[in-house]
């Protein structure tokens, strides 16, 4: 025997009561009469004998004590235990609550709905005195109900486990399981999902996933027998450099491996709610096909992806939801200590700026720092002391060291008629001949680190390009004015061009759309965030209002501040979307708490009992036996 | 259970008993009696005292013809004379537990009440018996007659030990005095038995006692209304007997429907048998019972001699 609540036991201090009660009770008043035969012709029942009297006195008081023991023993949940080491006294339960969850079985059921109807009827076999857990994942664990006793307040947490359009993530659950489990061993963990815990990878690689000792596994694998996906399991946009209005998307089709025949998909793309484009794919089984296409369109607008497929079981990977990005020209600033001295780069500049890409902002030394904020900064013939970390920088003729520029100006300028070409497929030399160069170097520097020499002159790198601190930073070892052909050349401008759209920030090259994968947690501000998402067809807008900085991104579809800052989130993930199988979708109820012999589990009904037959005793002698 | 015992002060009521000279005791219906006393009825008699004149019928004996009337007024005339009675005047009084306890002024009662009936016995110059009944009846006490025997009749009152067990049923079947000592019976008594038809059962025994007989039944308000309620503990005084019992006011209601039909059982019997029958509560004016007791049909008497 054993009480799972023993801190209930103290109500056992009642008993008190109906002690003090019979000890003190009321004696009955003597009086004494001339005679009794009146009193006789009273009905007979409300007469009894005194031997009755002080019987029904005891039983009472003895019937009251059990009925109050068995009250308390019921609230202290009284339960026969069974001493069996290797008996489960842990339960773990590990419900996947990611998006491929919510595939239906059939019957109009979720994937979710079952497994949690499959629970519940678990749960009800299982014994009083094991422990539940109830963990609910998908990008990343939830504790939702710690080791509990308490079946009631469990099954509300479980009825409570909602459908998440995220991808999950196993590893972490698994560790929070772990952890949970091992408190109170021998452990099972139940794994309610579409796909085994410890699964092979598609390369057939362990998932490297380890229980400790006295910890199992029992799969509950709901996976349909048959299901065919086709989702959208990647997606890129940004705007076409140095082309305005004009957008380049990525996008990744995938069908499930588990398919059974191949499928035609059929992506439809819209922009601002008008059709504009669609494609049809041929997808083999466990096929993945990546389209990249242009579209026309201007910021704000909403380009829609959705993929139709015949037969698609998961809906969540069809649709994608963005707000074209914006295409704000890159706002560059241009130090030069005489402009005078090298017309060349203002006109390789003025070139770039005619494009509508740039807005560039001339000055002296005398401008530095700089009043205004810019995307990036340009030093020509000249280096601020103290180097701008938060910039990134294209630097021209550097007169000496600043920063991370390791550069010394040589005294005597070396022509060059031609230059090596470190690495011709770098964006910063995009189109630009570098086979017609002729450059004259004015500088020495140091590509040590994460400068990539891009041109090198003899021995001696004169164009670099690289990552200082996660900003990006060009460097130029020659004077364009001091150069003999470069400057009348188209590969100038180009060379300038690509230099700064390549410095620039990612967020500048997407616009300022923030992408992301639902699940993430993305740093905000402001009171409310507004969604749009499609829903059987429709584009609803939903208005979510937040307290936090963090915001935990938990919908399909594009979403907007209130400050103006925009993003989206979609599941795009390839194992999500690759909806397993399970060839035996039936889930038995565990037979190891079954007892063979001798009592075992609750005795609340037998105590409920117990209390119901008392009081029924009780009525029976206090009132079909007379009562005074 | 103690005997309770009373004092002459509050038995002998000077001023009460003073106001009973006015009244006299006498039979309902003629009775030719041996003994002549000196209270005269409304018949007439063979004593000297000339009562009236009445016309003479051929039945009559002609020795009662006035002759000397007859010669005045030539008719023939009878003489009538007072006719005076003695007769024995028998009071029983009840000596139960149940007279004495719990409620004492039944005892004082009953007590006041035989000394008055004795009082008004001796001063019409009747032969007073008295007993005592309980579990039986007792012997009687040697016939008092005249005044001087009031003492004897307080000394009786006075020394009644009351306790113990009441039965009827056997007290008044021994309580039979002589058809000599024929006259008036008074039973003082609550009438309570073993069993509640006990008191009717033992009243038919009363119509063969030789006199006429006047049940007065003496009971406490309390034993008509009982003031208690709840659980209580009941105990008979005389049988010492114990119950207990919730008792709710429908119970109390119950009880006082069932003494009332006792009341009124007990009174039936005692009409239908021609006995008198006179409930006496005991919270009632003492002097309006009695006097109510005496003026009762013609039950008693209610002028001087």
């Known amino acids: ?628 | 259970m103690a005997a309770a015992k009373q004092n002459d002060e509050e038995l002998f009521d000077a001023e009460f008993l003073e106001r009973l000279k006015a009244l006299a005791l006498r039979l309902r219906k003629r009775k030719q009696l041996r003994r002549k006393g000196i209270q005269s009825t409304p018949a007439t008699g063979f004593t000297r005292e000339f009562k009236d004149f009445r016309h003479y019928t051929g039945n009559e004996d002609y020795r009662a013809i006035d002759w000397r009337l007859y010669a005045r007024l030539d008719r023939l005339f009878v003489r009538l004379y007072e006719e005076v009675q003695e007769f024995h005047v028998h009071i029983a009084v009840d000596t139960s537990g149940s007279m004495a306890e719990p409620f004492p002024e039944k005892r004082i009662t009953a007590l006041k009440i035989a000394v008055a009936l004795g009082y008004m016995g001796l001063i019409g110059n009747h032969r007073v018996s008295l007993y005592s009944i309980g579990e039986d009846s007792s012997e009687p006490t040697q016939p008092l007659k005249g005044r001087g025997s009031l003492q004897r009749v307080l000394d009786f009152a006075q020394g009644l030990e009351f306790g113990g067990m009441t039965n009827l049923e056997r007290s008044f079947e021994k309580f039979a005095p002589t058809r000599r000592r024929y006259g008036i019976i008074f039973v003082l008594s609550d009438l309570y038995g073993r069993e509640v038809d006990e008191a009717r059962e033992a009243i038919r025994h009363a119509a063969r006692w030789p006199g006429e007989t006047h049940f007065i039944q003496v009971f406490h308000p309390n034993e008509e209304k009982p003031d208690f309620d709840g659980e209580i503990e009941l105990m008979d005084v005389e049988t010492q007997e114990q119950r207990r019992l919730w008792l709710t006011p429908r119970d109390r209601q119950r009880y006082e429907d069932r003494f009332h039909l006792f009341l009124s059982e007990i009174e039936a019997t005692c009409r239908s048998r021609q006995i008198d029958h006179q409930k006496w509560r005991t919270d009632y004016p003492f002097d309006d019972l009695f006097l109510d007791l005496l003026s009762r049909g013609s039950a008693l008497a209610s002028g001087a001699s």
């Open chain 1, 1 to 628: 025997m054993q009480f799972l609540f023993p801190q209930f036991l103290w109500l056992l201090l009642l008993g008190i009561i109906p002690v003090m009660l019979y000890l003190f009770r009321r004696k009955s008043k003597k009086v004494r009469v001339s005679t009794l035969v009146f009193f006789k012709t009273l009905a007979k029942e409300h007469q009894e004998s005194a031997w009755l009297r002080r019987l029904k006195k005891i039983v009472s008081f003895v019937l009251t004590i059990l009925m109050l023991s068995f009250a308390v023993f019921v609230l202290s949940r009284l339960i026969a235990k069974q001493d069996d080491p290797d008996r489960y006294r842990t339960i773990v339960i590990l419900l996947d609550r990611s998006a491929s969850m919510g595939v239906n079985d059939g019957e109009g059921n979720s994937l979710l709905d079952v497994g949690k109807d499959i629970l519940r009827a678990r749960l009800a076999k299982v014994p009083e005195e094991v422990g539940v857990s109830l963990i609910a994942y998908d990008v990343r664990p939830e504790v939702l109900q710690p080791r509990t006793l308490n079946r009631r307040e469990l099954i509300s947490r479980l009825e409570g486990v909602d459908l998440r359009p995220m991808a999950d993530d196993c590893s972490s659950a698994v560790e929070a399981s772990n952890l949970i489990a091992g408190l109170e061993t021998p452990t099972v963990i139940w794994h309610a999902s579409d796909r085994p815990l410890f699964s092979l990878s598609e390369e057939g690689e362990d998932s490297g996933l380890r229980l400790p000792e006295r910890i199992t596994v029992e799969e509950l694998t709901l996976a349909q027998p048959e299901v065919t996906n086709a989702g959208i399991t990647a997606f890129q946009i940004r705007p076409v450099p140095l082309e305005y209005s004009r957008y380049e998307v990525y996008t990744q089709i995938a069908l499930n491996s588990a398919a059974g025949e191949p499928v035609t998909s059929r992506l439809e793309v819209s922009v601002g709610g008008v059709p504009n484009q669609f494609r049809e794919i041929d997808l083999e089984p466990g096929e993945r096909v990546g389209i990249t296409f242009r579209l026309d369109g201007v910021s704000e607008q909403l380009l829609h992806l959705h993929l139709k497929t015949e037969g698609d079981a998961f809906a969540l990977d069809d649709d994608v939801t963005v707000s074209l990005p914006e295409s704000r020209p890159i706002l560059a600033a241009w130090i030069r200590e005489d402009e005078s001295e090298d017309p060349y780069t203002r006109f390789a500049l003025s070139a770039v700026q005619e494009s509508g890409r740039f807005e560039l902002l001339m000055g002296g030394p005398d401008a530095w720092p700089l009043s205004e904020q810019v995307d990036a900064v340009i030093f020509d013939g000249w280096l601020p002391e103290e180097w701008p970390e938060d910039l990134p920088a294209i630097v021209i003729n550097p007169p000496g060291p600043s920063g991370p520029v390791l550069a010394r100006a040589l005294p005597n300028p070396i022509p060059y008629d031609a230059v090596r070409v470190g690495n011709e497929e770098h964006p910063v030399l995009f189109r630009v001949g570098s086979s017609r160069v002729a450059v004259t170097q004015t500088a020495v520097f140091q590509s040590a680190g994460s400068l990539e020499p891009l041109w090198l002159a003899g021995q001696e790198p004169i164009l670099a390009a690289g990552e200082v601190k996660g900003r990006r930073l060009v460097l130029m070892g020659f004077s364009p004015g001091q150069s003999e052909r470069l400057p009348l050349t188209a590969s100038f401008p180009l060379l300038i061009g690509n230099s700064l759209l390549w410095i620039v920030d990612r967020d500048m090259e997407s616009g300022g759309l923030h992408q992301h994968s639902t699940g993430d947690l993305v740093k905000i501000e402001g009171k409310d965030v507004s969604w749009k998402q499609w829903e059987n067809g429709e584009l609803k807008t939903r208005r979510v209002p937040f307290s936090s900085g963090v915001f935990e991104l938990d919908r399909v579809g594009a979403w907007e501040r209130d400050i103006g800052e925009k993003g989206s989130s979609h599941i795009l993930s390839a194992v999500e979307s690759n909806l397993p199988t399970a060839k035996n979708g039936e889930v038995t109820i565990p037979e190891y708490f079954q007892v063979e012999g001798g009592a075992s589990g609750g005795l609340k009904l037998w105590l409920l009992s117990g209390v119901l037959v008392i009081l029924l005793v009780e009525a029976w002698f206090f009132h079909r036996l007379a009562v005074y």
